[in-house]
Antibody, heavy 119, light 110 residues
Framework: QVQLVESGGGVVQPGGSLRLSCAAS????????MHWVRQVPGKGLEWVAL???????EYPGSVKGRFSLSRDNSKNTLSLQMNSLRPDDTAVYYC?????????????WGQGTLVTVSS | QSALTQPPSASGSPGQSVTISCTGT?????????VSWYQQHPGKAPKLMMY???KRPSGVPDRFSGSKSGNTASLTVSGLQAEDEADYYC??????????FGGGTKLTVL
């Protein structure tokens, strides 16, 4: 069965950096786009990053230039490098697998990892 | 790009039907048939309930249905059950590999 396990969350000061990881299993990782979606506790979902099967990446304006997504298809892992972190980046970060042809459909999600940006 | 617009809350009694709307623009909801819906129970990860407007993933009850008209997509839950009480989020492809989410709707089963 598909499993996505996030790690790397924690507390970081404003302006700092953090690297999140997602370990995937149960499917052919190299064939699928992978995303990160975040959720401020008690609030809604926000799409944060995409890396397609071919390595093409995309980000919304809120994190572009600060976040960078990479993948290691040999290890079935996804990494989100977050730099210049701000308090409004505080959220639970979910790793999600693209499904059903992609285009913003996420068919499996991890359980999330909490990132807190605070001094 | 702004978030898609959903009503903050919706409610219905067991057995009734409830519809949740998701309004965007011609650049997202209205421009593509790539609208998805997610159910999220407290403390849990979101679960895909609908994709490509009206397609149900395996295992999702047929009490859930989706539709779209113009810039507004809708999720209808028929025959409401207690376990349907959750937050529901819509999402839409918005071109250039980007995705927008709605603000979420809290569904209460009375």
């Amino acid at each position: 069965q598909v499993q996505l396990v996030e790690s790397g969350g924690g507390v970081v000061q404003p302006g700092g950096s953090l690297r999140l990881s997602c370990a995937a299993s149960g499917f052919t990782f190299s064939n699928y786009g992978m995303h990160w979606v975040r959720q401020v506790p008690g609030k809604g979902l926000e799409w944060v990053a995409l890396i397609k099967y071919d390595g093409t990446d995309e980000y919304p304006g809120s994190v572009k230039g600060r976040f960078s997504l990479s993948r290691d298809n040999s290890k079935n892992t996804l990494s989100l490098q977050m730099n210049s972190l701000r308090p409004d980046d505080t959220a639970v970060y979910y790793c999600a697998k693209e499904g059903y042809g992609g285009y913003g459909c996420f068919d499996f999600w991890g359980q999330g990892t909490l990132v807190t940006v605070s001094s | 790009q702004s978030a898609l617009t959903q009503p903050p809350s919706a409610s219905g009694s067991p057995g009734q039907s409830v519809t949740i709307s998701c309004t965007g623009t011609s650049s997202d909801v209205g421009g593509y048939y790539f609208v998805s819906w997610y159910q999220q129970h407290p403390g849990k990860a979101p679960k895909l309930m609908m994709y490509e407007v009206s397609k149900r993933p395996s295992g999702v009850p047929d009490r859930f249905s989706g539709s779209k008209s113009g810039n507004t997509a809708s999720l209808t839950v028929s025959g409401l059950q207690a376990e349907d009480e959750a937050d529901y989020y819509c999402s839409s492809y918005a071109g250039s590999n980007t995705v927008l989410f709605g603000g979420g709707t809290k569904l209460t089963v009375l």
